[in-house]
């Protein structure tokens, strides 16, 4: 079972689908595209609300044109060790200034979600159990004292430039 | 030395209370050991042949007297009394239970220790040059700016899933003492013409089944900059790094593949995107990072050298240790003493809890309370007072730790070996005794000279074989241990890469082979004073393939 969650709790009729040979989005439903067929359909419509899946390989800067018209970016995670999305999620956040839904897909564990959130992903698609339950409890295993800036939002650290402490208010 | 302030507790209490609850549900059923690998992976938990092995960091090998006596404490209360020191300069405990780790952990969090990053595809603890602080030649002392790199790659969270381990080291000076090239990421600390500190930036060095020198792609970078290129660097790595096979894996082969030029300009097209962020360091920062590192006030003690020659005279065997195991210190009243944890027929870097107590009470009287771990798996007190060397070595007597040999053939550098690792197609820890024994006698390794036996008991190459003058690499063919020898290795600032010599030999046959190679030597140097390195270089392999393998070998070879 697989549920979305957002830091403000889980998200009831997500619209979104990864389209694939054997799923296709319904009509009450939207997809998630690859990049190619992303740029192809927004260089021969003006559509905007569009969303699109990066995958581990693809270069991310590619949806540099077409951010005004993207409702959300989910980037996948096919393993948990596979971290390439760590990086596209810093890339999108921090260099192309994409400001709408940023959703991790595919193997997002507890333990790792936390990081997650600090690269600025703030959407979640949880299969795993463990994952589902201490989402529902609540209960994040992060640590709150961070030793390097990232995308997310978070005030000065103590003492040196490269330290943040969490945001004090969303 | 750096002092944790309120932040770094908290980050660490922090990190031990969220690998309590990992340890948690793993004991309780509700992770798998295949979901708990990469989360113990993380925080310095390997499961080897018999047990859980917990690895600690020692930031840049440094450490206090405090430090040393809790990793005693540790070594008593967890383990079986002792503990192993490793070429990485961190400490490594073979038999704690995994339920009792984060009491131990939480032990280390209150002298401010950790094993945060010690396994795991992630940036590893960062090393530097053991005689940091001390030596003559330095341009500056490399430990602030492993101790920048340090907490900014703590718990990264772009930089925690890399496609394989990452490892920097950092030295302040011209003799090479940290083996950059053959890491990750080296950095030499220089000064520019206009006297700023900068470094030149060596990547993709490494040992490993696919040894390589690392190459230079940027001649200075400016200090403000450290991390915004070293992120340059990471990101390139974290999203072209291959991942389709693990020993393919290392950012050396990513160079390899991408060739230097391109893989230094895509570099610095993310570093121009990344030098003028909240990453750039002020110069503020630095200094207030440097001030820990500020070396410990030095009173004049002239009266060392008149009792220093005074002792020497009356006791060959201290005279001995002086000249093999001491080093000049910038200050002419100091000397840099290495502790050798190579006694003739031992464990290269085993220390018990009783020696790692008496070491630290001995920094505490003489040496300012201060402890380095060398990647040549030995101690080093960096500040000591030649009027104080008498009383120093005769503690390390009490204690076992006087050998007289660093830098000798028995100096070996050995990795664990199938004694311990699940890795491992080979022993090590054995050949390294039988060698060790054989060579013991210090007229004999005096005789010699320099020369550094590296051995590794798999191709993962743990030992540093590859940079060993000689190398001993085991591998295990038809089931039976085998022992490939090459020559010629060096991981200082002449970088260089074993060669293979020749068939392995049994390990019965392994020892001859190595007296084989250094009669062959003393036959061959110039004089005394040519090492069997520079013999080496000047000679090439044949005369070692001839003694060893007979006139043929060559012919042999060819046909």
Same mark, same amino acid.
């Given at each position: ?89 810093? *890339? *999108?956040?921090?260099? *192309? ?74 | ?121 992630? $940036? ?23 101790? $920048? ?17 990452? /490892? ?22 220089? /000064? ?6 900068? =470094? ?10 696919? %040894?390589?020198?690392?190459?230079? $792609? ?7 900059? @450290? ?23 290392? $950012? ?29 360091? #002020? ?15 030095? %009173?004049?003690? #002239?009266?060392?050298?008149?009792? @220093? ?8 065997? =201290? ?8 080093? +000049?210190? /910038? ?58 060397? !008498? ?115 049994? %390990? ?6 190595? !007296? ?9 140097? @110039?004089? #005394? ?11 090439? +392999?044949? %005369? =070692? /393939? ?14």
């Amino acid at each position: 079972m697989t549920k979305i969650w957002r830091e403000t709790g889980f998200v009831e009729h997500d619209p979104w689908v990864i389209e694939t040979d054997d799923v296709k989005a319904t009509e009450a439903q939207k997809p998630l595209l690859g990049l190619d067929a992303l740029i192809a359909k927004a260089e021969e419509s003006n559509e905007a609300g569009l969303g699109v899946v990066i995958k581990p390989a693809d270069d991310v800067t590619r949806l540099q044109p077409y951010l005004d018209r993207l409702d959300i970016v989910a980037v996948a995670f096919p393993a948990f060790n596979d971290g390439r999305a760590f990086s596209h999620a810093s *890339l *999108l956040r921090q260099r *192309l200034g994409y400001a709408n839904e940023l959703r991790a897909v595919g193997d997002v564990l507890i333990d790792q979600i936390p990081l997650m959130l600090r690269v600025g992903i703030d959407s979640f698609s949880v299969t795993n159990e463990t994952a589902l339950r201490r989402l529902a409890e609540n209960r994040l295993p992060g640590i709150p004292h961070y030793y390097q800036p990232t995308a997310r939002r978070a005030e000065g650290g103590q003492a040196y430039s490269w330290r943040r402490l969490p945001a004090k208010s969303a | 030395m750096y002092r944790y302030d309120e932040f770094d507790h908290a980050f660490v209490a922090e990190r031990v209370a969220q690998f309590r609850d990992q340890v948690e549900r793993r004991l309780s059923g509700e992770l798998s050991e295949d979901a708990f690998k990469p989360l113990r992976l993380m925080n310095g938990v390997y499961l080897q042949l018999h047990a859980y092995m917990l690895r600690i960091a020692i930031p840049y090998g440094t450490l206090s007297s405090r430090q040393m006596r809790m990793l005693a404490h540790i070594a008593r209360t967890y383990d079986r009394g002792y503990g192993h020191f490793t070429t990485r300069q961190n400490l490594q405990f073979n038999w704690p239970k995994l339920s009792e780790m984060p009491n131990a952990l939480a032990d280390l969090a209150s002298v401010e220790m950790h094993a945060i990053q010690t396994s795991g595809n992630c $940036i590893r603890n960062v090393t530097a040059d053991h005689f940091a602080g001390a030596a003559a030649d330095e341009v500056a002392d490399p430990r602030p700016y492993a101790e $920048i790199l340090r907490q900014w790659s703590s718990v990264h969270p772009e930089f925690s899933f890399l496609p394989r381990k990452f /490892k920097i080291a950092v030295t302040g000076a011209e003799r090479d003492r940290a083996a950059i090239q053959v890491h990750d990421v080296g950095l030499h600390l220089k /000064k520019n013409d206009k006297g700023e500190i900068g =470094f030149a930036v060596y990547v993709g060095g490494g040992q490993g089944r696919t %040894p390589l020198v690392a190459k230079l $792609i940027r001649d200075y970078l400016p200090e403000a900059d @450290l991390l915004s290129y070293i992120t340059a660097i990471m990101r390139v790595y974290n999203l072209h790094g291959r991942r389709d096979n693990k020993y393919k894996a290392r $950012i050396k082969i990513l160079v390899h593949e991408t060739g230097a030029e391109e893989l230094a300009r895509q570099v610095e097209v993310e570093f121009d995107k990344l030098r003028d962020t909240e990453l750039k360091l #002020p110069e503020a920062d630095v200094q207030a990072i440097s001030a820990y590192f500020a070396p410990p006030a030095l %009173p004049e003690r #002239p009266e060392g050298w008149e009792s @220093l020659a005074r002792w020497k005279k009356a006791d060959p065997v =201290f005279a001995r240790w002086v000249q093999q195991n001491v080093q +000049p210190h /910038k200050n002419p009243d100091y000397g840099m003493v290495t502790i050798s944890l190579k006694p003739i027929g031992g464990i290269p870097g085993d220390a018990t809890d009783v020696q790692m107590d008496a070491v630290a009470d001995i920094a505490e009287e003489y040496a300012f309370g201060e402890i380095r771990v060398s990647h040549e798996q030995n101690l080093i007190l960096p500040h000591v007072a030649l009027a104080d060397l !008498e009383a120093v070595y005769r503690g390390l007597v009490a204690i076992g730790l006087e050998t007289a040999n660093a830098g000798l053939i028995t100096d070996i550098i050995a990795c664990p070996g199938l004694d311990y690792c699940a890795l491992a197609n080979a022993r090590s820890i054995p050949v390294a005794q039988e060698i060790s024994t054989r060579f013991g006698s210090p007229e004999r390794q005096a005789e010699i000279g320099e020369l550094k036996i590296k051995i590794s008991g798999c191709i993962n190459a743990c030992g540093h074989h590859h940079v060993g003058h000689i190398g001993l690499l085991g591998v295990e063919k038809k089931g039976a241990e085998l022992y490939q020898i090459t020559l010629g290795g060096s991981g200082d600032e002449n970088t260089s890469i074993g060669e293979i010599i020749g068939r392995g030999f049994e %390990p019965d046959k392994v020892t001859d082979a190595i !007296e084989t190679i250094v009669d062959t030597y003393l036959g061959l140097r @110039l004089d #005394p004073s040519e090492t069997f390195l520079t013999a080496y270089r000047r000679v090439g +392999p044949q %005369p =070692f /393939k001839t003694a060893l393998y007979g006139a043929s070998s060559s012919a042999a070879e060819a046909a």
